[in-house]
């Protein structure tokens, strides 16, 4: 059953697996079960990004994710135990996420994983600045905004073409990166392309890089938290 029809002949549709991006033959489904590999203890503590974002000495970090999308990273960070915060702006990429949330409460090994995932719709400059205002401050702020160069790599698969019909670039890097500052985390992490610039122009204290993605940490001096 169609459930909403999108610009640029994409729709979001509800089959016996759930909910689904149809266009162009090709389907787009948020599905947390095919990282469980990805997910053991083994494996876990050797992803890029789970390094990029640990913090010592804290039992409990939380995380936001201001650039959600359908959710894997933030399904790593919680894996790793943060409670995550995710923030998506466009509601299509939502539901699919939300969707994909409830369809893993039913899967054992993810049930507790996602059970640390907050979904949030709405914008997350906003909900960054939020914090800022009143707290409390989070411990991370991951960033991964889609930039222009990105849309036309050969590296993006074909399937997620139908996703950046509806995400758009990021129009104002420095925006993103002042409110993930301004909401005093430990650190800012920040997911590149390897050969991708930098966000804003921001020198990272340091950087993590494998073949297919780059990791740029900022951390933040704790006078400012």
């Known amino acids: 059953m169609t459930e909403a029809t999108q610009d640029g002949g994409v729709e979001l549709r509800r089959d016996d697996e759930g909910l689904a991006l149809v266009g162009d033959g090709m389907v787009l489904r948020a599905d947390f079960t095919r ?29 936001v994710d201001a650039t959600a999308g359908l959710g894997e990273d933030s399904l790593l960070l919680a ?8 923030y998506e702006k466009d509601p299509v990429i939502a539901a699919l996420l939300q969707d994909a949330l409830g369809r893993a409460t039913a899967v054992p090994e993810l049930a507790p994983i996602v059970a640390r995932m907050e ?11 939020g914090l800022a205002a009143s707290g409390p401050a989070p411990d991370v702020v991951f960033l991964d905004p ?3 160069e990105r849309t036309k790599s050969a590296a993006v698969k074909k399937k997620f073409q139908l996703l950046h019909r509806l995400e758009r670039p990021c129009d104002d890097e420095a925006e993103l990166l002042g409110a993930a500052l301004a909401a005093r985390p430990r650190k800012v992490v920040i997911k590149r392309p390897p050969k991708g610039p930098l966000l804003a122009g921001a020198r990272p204290s340091h950087q993590l890089s494998g073949k297919a993605v780059r990791y740029d940490v900022i951390v933040v001096p704790p006078r400012t938290r």
């Open 35 to 63: 990282l469980l590999p990805r997910l053991r203890p083994d494996r876990l503590g050797r992803e890029l990004l789970v390094r990029a974002a640990r913090v010592r000495g804290v039992e409990a970090p939380v995380a």
């Open 79 to 86: 894996a790793a135990g943060f409670s995550v915060v995710m």
């Open 146 to 148: 889609m930039f222009p």
């Open 119 to 129: 979904l949030v719709q709405g914008d997350s400059i906003a909900g960054l600045r």
